[in-house]
Nanobody, 118 residues
Framework: QVQLVESGGGLVPPGGSLQLSCVAS????????MGWYRQAPGKMREMVAA???????NYAQSVADRFTVSRDSAKRSVYLQMTRLREEDTAVYYC????????????WGQGTQVTVSS
């Protein structure tokens, strides 16, 4: 069974930076991608950034010039470096893991709150 644990959320002023981390445990042999998703109150969960097992990255247009996704396979981890944060980035951020080439995550972390406010 795959488990994902996020960390690094918090309160940050507009224009600030924050880094999220996600550590995976369990059998990851079938993992095809890991990524970050977010859900703001009253909105659907959306993809923020994802990286495949081959290193291909994909970003939501709204964050492409501000966020960077990276991974450390040895540490079974994926990271999201967020810069120039905006109030509209406020959401619960979830780590997701895709299995076997599926287009959406099969496993989810518990989420970490990111609040951008002055």
């Amino acid at each position: 069974q795959v488990q994902l644990v996020e960390s690094g959320g918090g309160l940050v002023p507009p224009g600030g930076s924050l880094q999220l981390s996600c550590v995976a445990s369990g059998n990851l042999d079938g993992m095809s991608a890991m990524g970050w998703y977010r859900q703001a109150p009253g909105k659907m969960r959306e993809m923020v950034a994802a990286i495949t097992s081959r290193g291909t990255v994909n970003y939501a247009q709204s964050v492409a010039d501000r966020f960077t996704v990276s991974r450390d396979s040895a540490k079974r981890s994926v990271y999201l470096q967020m810069t120039r944060l905006r109030e509209e980035d406020t959401a619960v951020y979830y780590c997701g893991l895709n299995w076997g080439g599926h287009s959406t995550p099969d496993y989810w972390g518990q989420g970490t709150q990111v609040t951008v406010s002055s």
